[in-house]
Structure formats: structure tokens, C-alpha cells
């Protein structure tokens, strides 16, 4: 996992509460064995037109928008099924940071698992930074996950995150290697495991 | 000792490691796997040189890309085949029990795992599916995971986590007729929200509850997820005893009365705090129908698609406006005035028996709308094949509805079961997001009941006055 630090980048608003995965990768590209390859499946049913070229009026392919790698949206972002191919799909669009109200919580575990940073903000905030990236198409904005801080022309902005997934994403950490320093508290469990949780097979 | 809710007992007896400030590490007593989320875990163990460190912990079906045509036709997807022929090469590499296609234990996992006996009360239960939350009926702490999480489960057999907060949401009073746990659970919903519930374990509480049969309690506890929610649970009593007994993988003779013995210790305790606590009386429900994008945007049966002055200004507003739009749906149209094209009885939500019997039961007899096509999909083999010892496979096909092989299928639309552009289904499933059950598909959930009378009329028409009339 790549660690993240301080990102610098144009700003791409999606303006609507409840996006779900879906919408962030439909299920025909859910048959795939791979990690990879989700990139242009990213918002599939919005983002093209029925003989497969880009739809004008999708906010993303809008021409100022193209390369953002920092998305800002509406509350409950990434809600419904616990598909992890919807932030594979967004990081491989080049998204490292997402910014909304709310986020649903395995969405949000799977963004910290592969190095996305979730940022939660007070509604008006999220919506004035919206309007913003709006109004100035092309808006780059600064965040940097040391200071905890979101950076632009005349914008400063302070954000609160968890301090161990700070850490984690700081340093590029995966939970395997982590968990596994603890073998022997796992092993010791087992031995003390509730006797009725082993009965049946 | 301070009062425990069931929530805390379950966590507490599950701790392997604790340290301030970090993710807890919790040991996991069940991982259901399937087809769709699980290749880039197993891959991920190859390229590390791990194992699996609990194969007889772990099961593994296919159920999300299957076709639901007979089972001696051949999957034509190339890309499923191989998704499905990736996860049995893996279950043989890893050591796993592998409920393959033709395995008369298939099925979808939410409805093997409790048939099977493997979902018990008090077990920590994970898949990489959201509605994992199903398994909570049974007084289990049970919740979907993403895939980097089902490799560290296979791994490890333990997910780090923080500690969700208790939310209950006490049903008070009696059931009133022809409502049923889809309803309450669309009810609940539609009250606080589909983000009502994020950060949250819900304990579902009350005699309403309590009244429930097992399906019932899983109809409730699978939607939680809706309501977005971490987990939903309810405490094992008696009903949850006797369901489980004699089930095969449930525990046996002497182990079963020691098992109902520690069992009987986990609901909450009398004066248990729950960080938060929401109150419904069961007489204020009503069948349901959803008639927007998402699964709070439900009216009763009796009521009309809202106007958008009912919103607040704002991204409610528009966003009740777009849904609108993409259901093709007139503000103040009356729900029974919606007229169908597909009915789907079928999902991890209401596909058991006792789903197929109570649709059967309004089915008997009627025919299909002719302008409607209409589909039963049982969610398991061994559910489908009870169905036919029942005679309801015949119930069904004399109507005019299609009876086909388990499966997730127009649930969610992976296989070749989906809606065509514009098409409007009645659903028994749990998601009517855009495109769920097809590009430019219209889905309205329901209860199997609904579902089949609206299948019989064409349009949604009220269960209740129907079981009147007859």
C-alpha cells in the first residue's frame, strides 16, 4: 500500500447524498478475479452514453475535472454492498482523498485498506467546498494528512482522523503484517476459547 | 457487575488483543465465502506464502454470478466461469468445504448458514457480503467485510475493529395481519434512515420481534445494513433453540443442552444501556413499498409517491427529485395506481421456505397477470427442494411463474437475471438502487406477499384486503 502524506490535486465535486456502490462500480465488472482493471469502470452507468462514449454532462468528464485526485460528495458516500472493487475503481481513476458528510462504514474501512484517505466534514463545509470546486473548474486544493489540514486559495481547513489511521496511512501499513505481530496472543486465545463455540462441525 | 447488552457480552468473550487507542482484534468463529469477493483474498495469501490458519472455521459456496437455469445447462459466462472455477480450485488448494454448483447444500450463503446449523448464537460470523447482518437473528455479532479483510480473516482468523455503538430498536406491541417482518424492517428504515444506523450494532427488541419466527428474525436482521448499520441482532430464545436442533452442523445430543445452556446467557441484561434507543409500535405499520433509489424512500400501500415540498430544500430535495425521475414515477401518484412488468420473489431477504409458502398461499389458485413476468428463485437447493416436497414449485408454475435453481440472481443482477431498460419489478430483495437489477431498471421492494399479489394484478395492490376478499 502506498503511503499517503500530502496530496495535491484538482478537486472533482459529485454533488448527491447516498452514492452507493453500485453506482461507484456496477456488478458486471464484479465477475473478475483481479485486484486491477476497474479504472474505467468507475461510475460506469453515469459516465458513458449508450454506445460507450463519454456522457458531456457527467461532472467528471468535464474537461477540468479530468485527472482530479481529490473527490468531494454528498453524505452517506459509498453505502450498500461491501465491494471492494469500489475503491479499487476509484483509486485506479486517481482518487487518494474523498470528502463528504458521512461515509458508510465498510466503504470506509475498504478505502483505509487500500490507502484512500476519507476525510469527514461538517455538511456546509463539504457543500461550500462543492460550490467551489464549481465555480472554479480545474480548483486544485492541498491535504495534508501530517498536518491535518486542507490547503487551497483563501481555504484552510482543519480535519480530525482517527490517530491510528493516520498512522497506518502515513506509513503505507497493511493489517496482515500488523495483526500477525500478535500470533501468540491469537494462539493463547484459541486455547481459551468459550468451549461452546467449538461444538458442532 | 454493570448490565451487559448482547452486543457487549458476544464482543467481550471475542477479544484476542486490546490496546489503547487501536483497532481491537476479535476472533472469528465463521467465514462464509463466495465467488465475488474472495479471488483477490486467496491471491493475495499465495503471493504472501500464507495458509488458510482455520480451514474448518471457513466454508465456501457460489451463489452471487450463477445462472438459476437448470443445472445440466453450462455457465455461458466465460468471465463467471472462471470466477466460479477460481473459488473451487482455491477451497481444494486452501482445504475448505466447498457447496459447489451441483451440492444439494448450495446456496445463497446467508440461507445455507443457518439451515446448515453453522450460523449459532454467540458466534463472531464474517463474509464479504453486506448482508452478513442476516446471521444476527440468531444472536451472533455477523457483519459483511471488503475483500482486504476477508484475506486477513483467512489469514489470521481475526478482524481488527473498533468498537461499533448499540443502538436498540424496540417493536412494541402485535403484528396487526398481513404485515410482516419486511414490512417492519422497510418501516424502520424508512424512520431513521439509510444512514440512521452507521456506526451502530442494532439489537431488535420487543414482542413484535419476538414473535417472529426465524425467518422472520433474518428478514429483519439482513436489512440492517439498509439502515447502515454495522450488524443487526436479536437475542436466541426458544424459537432460535428449536430451529437449530438437529441441524447438521449445529451441535449434537449432550453438546446441543450445553450449547442452549450458554446460549440462554447471552441477551441483554436487565437494565443494559444502549448508546442510543428507538421506539415503534407495531400497530403504526403498514405493507410497504419503496418508491425512490434508495431503500428509505418507502410509502405505505395506502399511501401516494410523496411530493418533493415534502423534502427539505437541499440534496434531500434533489435527491428525491432525481429518484423520481429514474423511477418514472409522478409525485402524488397512489402506490396501488403503479403498474409492474417483473416480479421477483427471491434474495437473501425473503427467499426461504417460509417466504415460498406465504407468497404460495396468495398465488394458489390465481393466475399471473398476462403483461407480467414473474420469478421465483429459491435461495438455496435445500430450500427449493422442500418447496417441491411441499407441492409449491407446482403452485407456483400453474400460476405462470417461472420456478428456477438458487441462487443471488435478480437480487442484484450478476447473472444473465436482470431487468431491461425501463422495466418496473416488484422485488422481495433489499436494494432498489439505480441499475441494481439492470441498467435503467425500476425496482419497488416488497414482502413475498406483496410481491405475488402484485405478480396477480399488474399493478400493487393491498394484501390486506385481498386475504379479506377470499
Known sequence: MEPLRVVTGIVAPLNRPNVDTDQIVPKQFLKRIERTGYGPAAFYDWRYLEDGSDNPEFVLNKPAYRGASILVTGKNFGCGSSREHAPWALLEYGFRVIIAPSFADIFNNNCLQNGILTITLPEEQVQELIRLAEEQPGMKLTVDLEQQEIRGDGIQIPFEVDEFKRFRLLNGLDDIGLTLQHEDAIAAYEQRRPEYLTYGK | ?470
Open chain 2, 1 to 470: 457487575m454493570a448490565p451487559k447488552t448482547m452486543f457487549e457480552k458476544i464482543w467481550d468473550a471475542h477479544v484476542v488483543y486490546e490496546e489503547p487507542g487501536k483497532p481491537t482484534l476479535i476472533y472469528v468463529d465463521l467465514h462464509l465465502t463466495h465467488e465475488v469477493t474472495s479471488p483477490q483474498a486467496f491471491e493475495g495469501l499465495r503471493l504472501a506464502g500464507r495458509r488458510v490458519r482455520r480451514p474448518d472455521l471457513t466454508i465456501a459456496t457460489v451463489d452471487h454470478a450463477i445462472p438459476t437455469w437448470s443445472r445440466d445447462l453450462p455457465v455461458t459466462d466465460p468471465i463467471a466461469a472462471t470466477q466460479l472455477a477460481t473459488l473451487a480450485a482455491n477451497a481444494r488448494e486452501f482445504g475448505i468445504t466447498f457447496y459447489d454448483i451441483r451440492s444439494p447444500h448450495q446456496g445463497i450463503v446467508h440461507v445455507i448458514g443457518p439451515q446448515l446449523g453453522y450460523t449459532q448464537p454467540g458466534k463472531v460470523i464474517v463474509c464479504g457480503d453486506s448482508h452478513t447482518s442476516t446471521h444476527g437473528a440468531f444472536g451472533a455479532f455477523a457483519l459483511g467485510i471488503g475483500t482486504s479483510e476477508v484475506e486477513h480473516v483467512l489469514a489470521t482468523q481475526t478482524l481488527p475493529m473498533m468498537k461499533p455503538k448499540t443502538m436498540e430498536v424496540r417493536v412494541e406491541g402485535t403484528l396487526p395481519p398481513g404485515v410482516t417482518a419486511k414490512d417492519i424492517i422497510l418501516g424502520i428504515i424508512g424512520r431513521i434512515g439509510t444512514a440512521g444506523g452507521t456506526g451502530y450494532v442494532i439489537e431488535y427488541t420487543g414482542e413484535a420481534i419476538r414473535s417472529l419466527s426465524m425467518e422472520g428474525r433474518m428478514t429483519v436482521c439482513n436489512m440492517s445494513i439498509e439502515a447502515g448499520a454495522r450488524a443487526g441482532m436479536i437475542a436466541p430464545d426458544e424459537t432460535t433453540f428449536a430451529y437449530l436442533r438437529g441441524r447438521p452442523h449445529a451441535p449434537q445430543g449432550a453438546d446441543f443442552e450445553k450449547a442452549v445452556a450458554a446460549w440462554r446467557t447471552l441477551p441483554s441484561d436487565p437494565g443494559a444501556v444502549y448508546d442510543r434507543t428507538v421506539v415503534i409500535r407495531a400497530d403504526e405499520l403498514e405493507p410497504y413499498v419503496t418508491w425512490g433509489t434508495n431503500p428509505g424512500m418507502v410509502a405505505p400501500i395506502s399511501g401516494r409517491v410523496p411530493q418533493l415540498d415534502e423534502f427539505e430544500p437541499g440534496p434531500d430535495r434533489q435527491s428525491a427529485e432525481r429518484a423520481l425521475e429514474y423511477m418514472g414515477l409522478k409525485p402524488g401518484t397512489p402506490i396501488r395506481e403503479i403498474p409492474i412488468d417483473r416480479v421477483f420473489i427471491g434474495s437473501c431477504t425473503n427467499s426461504r421456505i417460509e417466504d415460498l409458502r406465504a407468497a404460495a398461499a396468495i398465488v394458489r389458485g390465481h393466475k399471473v397477470n398476462p403483461k407480467v413476468r414473474a420469478m421465483v428463485v429459491p435461495g438455496s437447493t435445500g430450500v427449493k427442494l422442500q418447496a417441491e416436497a411441499e407441492g409449491l414449485d407446482q403452485i407456483f408454475l400453474d400460476a405462470g411463474f417461472e420456478w428456477r435453481e438458487a441462487g443471488c440472481s435478480m437480487c442484484l443482477g450478476m447473472n444473465p437475471d436482470i431487468l431491461a431498460p425501463g422495466e418496473r419489478c416488484a422485488s422481495t430483495s433489499n436494494r432498489n438502487f439505480e441499475g441494481r437489477q439492470g441498467k435503467g431498471g425500476r425496482t419497488h421492494l416488497v414482502s413475498p406477499q406483496m410481491a405475488a399479489a402484485a405478480a396477480l394484478a399488474g399493478h400493487f395492490v393491498d394484501v390486506r384486503e385481498l386475504t379479506k376478499e377470499r
